[in-house]
């Protein structure tokens, strides 16, 4: 086995942790794919195709993490949801990541946004909404996201075939 190959399945193996990091936080995500492209470019052994691939793969990689930021950030500004809030949700993730395997990190999140919002508006009802419209956004912003990694995923594979037939 050559090192081409071995670099090829590499990054190959680090662009579908990467996928996953997009739908579970705490794996790393688009950083990941994009890293894998560039390393893919430079050791892949692909040339002007890794490069290209690198390219193409990092736009879709960068305009993915910027619509998951405008399209979570714009339906937390639309229903007046406070950074606060945001933040709670964040460290009860993390709590909730150590206490409940495998789901603990989506159970805390929701909690600790759910207990911030009723914190804040000192009402079950509103806090529910809210609470709802800012999982939505987060939930609209990762597909978003994951999307476009996935079309990123796809140029990469599409890379090695004209690679490996060239």
Same mark, same amino acid.
């Given at each position: ?18 996928i996953a990091g997009i739908i579970i936080?705490?794996?790393?995500? /688009? ?36 619509? /998951? ?13 406070? /950074? ?45 909404? !809210? !609470? ?21 995923? !796809? ?12």
């Open positions: 086995m050559n090192p081409e190959i071995v670099v090829t399945v590499l990054c190959g193996l680090a662009i579908l942790v990467g936080p705490v794996l790393p995500g /688009s950083i990941l794919i994009a890293l894998s492209l560039l390393a893919w470019a430079l050791w892949g052994g692909a040339g002007t195709t890794g490069w290209v691939v690198f390219g193409i793969g990092l736009a879709l990689v960068l305009a993915g993490m910027a619509a /998951s930021a405008v399209l979570t950030g714009r339906k937390l500004k639309q229903h007046s949801i406070p /950074s606060r809030s945001v933040v709670t949700a964040l460290v009860f993730g993390v709590v909730g990541m150590f206490l409940i395997p495998v789901v603990g990190l989506f159970v805390g999140f929701a909690a600790g946004l759910l207990l911030s919002e009723l914190h804040r508006t000192r009402a079950w009802r509103p806090a529910l909404v !809210s !609470s709802a419209a800012a999982l939505k956004a987060t939930g609209l912003g990762m597909v978003a996201e994951f999307g476009l990694a996935c079309l990123a995923a !796809s140029t990469w594979v599409i890379g090695v075939w004209v690679a490996a037939a060239s």
